[in-house]
């Protein structure tokens, strides 16, 4: 199982990025996705999950009205579309996927089994 970030990079401030998580091994659409930061100095914190119950979603209050996420089945691949990125947004990424329903019922970023490596989203002011 395999679970790889990617789409991080250097924007400026009110820019957009999109984080992928490709995954080999397992299909994503069976599992709940969740993505995490952890900003310098900061804990890890969850940003956002997907989850297998209606593709139903959370959002951080953080990133709430910036964030999106979404599967591709066909591309076994779960997306973070990140809009109007502030500095505070500057961070490594992670994703993780989970068999277990949690998004759905409140356990948004609980224990996750599986995580990829992070993907740095720098954003300049």
């Known amino acids: 199982v395999q679970l790889q970030a990617s789409g991080g990079g250097l924007v400026e401030a009110g820019g957009s990025l999109r984080l992928s998580c490709a995954a080999s091994?397992?299909?994503?659409?069976?599992?709940?996705v969740g993505w995490f930061r952890r900003a310098p100095g900061k804990e890890r914190e969850g940003v956002s999950c997907?989850?297998?119950?209606?593709?139903?979603?959370h959002y951080a209050d953080s990133v709430k009205g910036r964030f999106t996420i979404a599967r591709d089945s066909a591309e076994n691949t779960v997306y973070l579309q990140m809009n109007s990125l502030q500095p505070d947004d500057t961070a490594v990424y992670y994703c993780?996927?989970?068999?277990?329903?949690?998004?759905?019922?409140?356990?948004?970023?609980?224990?996750?089994?599986?995580w990829g490596q992070g993907t740095l989203v720098t954003v300049s002011s």
């Open positions: 993780a996927a989970d068999p277990d329903e949690k998004c759905f019922s409140g356990r948004y970023f609980r224990d996750y089994e599986y």
């Open positions: 997907i989850s297998i119950v209606y593709s139903v979603d």
């Open positions: 091994g397992l299909v994503l659409d069976s599992y709940d």
